[in-house]
């Protein structure tokens, strides 16, 4: 069973129009949500973190907002710029990380 | 600088013959992890070393081993792969286990069973 879902294999943006990632989670007891963003023949790095106390972080063009209640959590990307084109994946962190299965994002001229 | 690094990226063995992947770090971090991805599919933990203390999945095969010599280098032996373990695979590490930590991984070995 998947903890973490990510509905959505892959999402298609126009540059400079906002990408909006989402995640599902199954479990109202993780606490802490993170992102991270993947390159080909890369390792995943670390974007942008959330702790449940929080409804909402900002780091630059990222935002995460967490929506408790529904247990969902989305990541946008405004403006969409086309370094910005990779793998993101969701990931909480229970008493180990555990990941979705990532949305390739694609940032369009 | 590199800071994980994963030797070879890209590995082939035949089915049944032992392979190992190594993993090193300049971090200097406790815990260093092992993760398999499949295609299209979510990184899995396979086991991690807080430190020289071995902590194994409780899904991870019997057939996936891990040595620690010391705190830059970890290694993932397989004794006697199959065509289910053709995987990315990852290293990463952390600074410690607990509080907001952040994994830092390595680029990954991509290993192709024939």
């Known amino acids: 069973d998947q903890q973490v879902k990510q509905n959505s294999p892959s999402l298609s943006v126009q540059e400079g129009r906002i990408s909006i990632l989402n995640c599902d989670y199954t479990?109202?007891?993780?606490?802490?949500f993170l992102w991270y963003k993947k390159y080909p023949a890369e390792g995943p790095t670390f974007l942008i973190s959330?702790?449940?106390?929080?409804d909402k972080n900002e780091d630059g063009r990222f935002t995460v907002f967490l929506n408790k209640s529904a247990k969902h959590l989305s990541l946008h990307i405004v403006p969409s710029q086309p370094g910005d084109s990779a793998v993101y994946f969701c990931?909480?962190?229970?008493?180990?990380?555990?990941f979705g299965k990532g949305t390739r994002l694609h940032i369009l001229p | 600088d590199a800071m994980v690094i994963q030797n070879p990226r890209y590995q082939v063995t035949q089915f049944g013959k032992p392979v190992t992947l190594s993993c090193s770090q300049t971090?200097?971090?406790?815990?260093m992890y092992w993760y398999q991805q499949k295609s299209s599919q979510a990184p899995k933990l396979l086991f991690h070393y807080y430190d020289k203390d071995f902590n194994n999945e409780a899904d991870t095969p019997d057939n996936f081993q891990s040595r620690r010599p010391n705190t830059s280098f970890c290694f993932l032996d397989i004794r006697s792969p199959g065509l289910g373990d053709a995987a990315m695979y990852l290293c990463?590490?952390?600074?410690?286990?607990?509080?907001?930590?952040?994994?830092?991984f390595g680029p990954g070995t991509r290993l192709t069973v024939t």
């Open positions: 990463a590490t952390s600074r410690d286990y607990t509080g907001d930590y952040e994994q830092y």
């Open positions: 990931a909480v962190r229970d008493d180990k990380i555990i």
């Open positions: 971090l200097n971090h406790n815990v």
């Open positions: 959330i702790s449940s106390i929080k």
């Open positions: 479990n109202s007891m993780f606490d802490y």
